[in-house]
């Protein structure tokens, strides 16, 4: 009911992070409209989780550490995958909810890796999958050397590009390099699943340099 309506030759798009990991979200959608295109933005789940503490943090200053909330049991290396920063990276298992109501060729994983270093070749991919003709180009992205993420040129230059707001791109707290070595063992397999199913290696592994 809150969708606008679609003329021909129109594509309505709607952004919700959130459905991903929502367990309702894939079988309603389904039963609105199951020929629907799906994009899914991912990253290196460890960075994605530590980006999500981040953002909570600068709400919340009065939260626990990073390291207090990723462990069950510190001593033991007990990863807490109930910490919904921590779960919403499991990939795989998310994508399983999805593929019982849609079939892969309907979803489009798009790297959020290359996104940042490539904004213009992970478009391209997009607007091909959309059926849309390449408008969105190399000469509509400029990189952002203070954010770290590449702006949107306006086109013809018309106002001021569109860069990410205030809460992105903020510094990273760091985080204890055994927390990390371990999140990253946490995830391996899930990432191996999630590439297997997707038939697309993200190279998180090889990223971190843990091969």
């Known amino acids: 009911n809150v969708m606008p ?9 709607e952004k919700t992070p959130s459905y991903f990991v929502t367990n309702e979200a894939p079988q309603r959608i389904h039963s609105m409209a199951k020929d629907i295109k799906l994009i899914v933005v ?10 999500d503490y981040t953002q909570t943090l600068s709400k919340k200053p ?10 069950k049991n510190r001593t033991l290396g007990l990863i807490d995958a109930s910490w919904s ?59 952002n050397k203070t954010k770290g993420f590449p702006c949107l040129k306006k086109p013809e230059d018309s106002s001021a590009p569109r860069c990410l707001g205030k809460s992105k791109g903020r510094t990273h707290p760091r985080i204890d ?3 990390i070595h371990r999140l990253r ?16 290696d993200f190279q998180w ?6 091969k």
């Not at 592994?205 to 843990?210: C, I, L, R």
């Open 185 to 200: 063992k946490f995830y391996k397999p899930f990432n191996m699943m999630f590439y297997q199913m997707t038939g697309q």
């Open 177 to 179: 390099p055994d927390v």
């Open 85 to 143: 920063a921590i779960r919403i990276g499991i990939y795989a298992l998310h994508l399983e909810n999805w593929l019982q109501y849609f079939p892969l060729s309907q979803i489009l994983f798009v790297s959020g890796e290359r996104l940042i270093v490539d904004p213009a070749g992970e478009m391209a991919k997009v607007q091909d999958f959309l059926g849309l003709k390449r408008v969105v180009t190399e000469k509509h992205f400029y990189f």
């Open 42 to 51: 991912v990253r290196n789940p460890v960075t994605r989780a530590i980006s």
């Open 62 to 71: 009065e939260i626990p550490t990073f390291e207090v909330l990723a462990f």
């Open 205 to 210: 592994e090889q990223e971190e340099g843990d």
């Open 5 to 13: 309506k679609t003329l021909d030759g129109q594509i309505t798009m």
